[in-house]
């Protein structure tokens, strides 16, 4: 009925399919759901840059917001098959209504080789997104320590 436990007593659906990708292949959709979700701050964690990586789409239940900025920082989210508009609403409970009514979309859908095919696409894409982040990171850090060795400067001068 496309619950997935993992470890769970008589109900570990994850091991069933070797492992928790293969699991995630297996399904239709993902739904990621972060531990940090509060209405003013955005914190992301290991599960949806792990979703972003696999060729399947998926939901976030996350802060307001946070899959807009997933998309501005060149993500691929797959809006084409999931409505995202849920991303915009502020109050939580209505968000995860609607993260809901999503789910129940993909209940009966069947996916096409071309559907396979742009889901490919955008783990691919998004996969290069993170080596990239990941080459750009030290030069990133450098730039941030230099900056705040600047700051110690200009404060211990004062």
């Given at each position: 009925?496309?619950?997935?436990?993992?470890?769970?007593?008589?109900?570990?659906?994850v091991?069933?399919?070797?492992?928790?990708e293969?699991?995630?292949?297996?399904s239709?959709?993902?739904?990621?759901?972060?531990?940090?979700?509060?209405?003013?701050?955005?914190a992301?964690?290991?599960?949806?840059?792990?979703?972003?990586?696999l060729?399947?789409?998926?939901l976030?239940?996350?802060?307001?917001h946070?899959?807009?900025?997933?998309?501005?920082h060149?993500?691929?989210?797959?809006?084409?098959?999931?409505?995202?508009?849920?991303?915009r609403?502020e109050?939580?409970?209505?968000?995860?209504?609607?993260?809901?009514?999503?789910l129940?979309?993909?209940?009966?859908?069947?996916?096409?080789?071309?559907?396979?095919e742009?889901?490919?696409?955008?783990?691919?894409?998004n996969?290069?997104l993170?080596e990239?982040?990941?080459r750009?990171?030290?030069?990133?850090?450098?730039?941030?320590?230099?900056?705040?060795?600047?700051?110690?400067?200009?404060w211990d001068?004062q």
């Amino acid at each position: 009925h496309g619950f997935v436990s993992y470890l769970a007593h008589d109900y570990d659906t994850v091991n069933s399919h070797g492992t928790l990708e293969q699991c995630v292949i297996d399904s239709k959709i993902s739904l990621v759901i972060e531990t940090y979700t509060v209405d003013t701050q955005i914190a992301f964690s290991e599960k949806i840059f792990r979703a972003l990586q696999l060729p399947r789409p998926w939901l976030l239940y996350c802060s307001p917001h946070s899959i807009a900025l997933l998309k501005t920082h060149g993500f691929d989210v797959l809006e084409d098959y999931v409505d995202i508009s849920y991303d915009r609403v502020e109050q939580h409970w209505d968000r995860m209504d609607l993260i809901i009514n999503q789910l129940e979309t993909f209940i009966n859908r069947q996916y096409t080789r071309r559907d396979y095919e742009r889901f490919e696409q955008a783990a691919v894409s998004n996969q290069a997104l993170l080596e990239q982040f990941a080459r750009d990171w030290p030069i990133e850090l450098e730039n941030i320590m230099l900056e705040i060795s600047t700051l110690d400067i200009e404060w211990d001068s004062q």
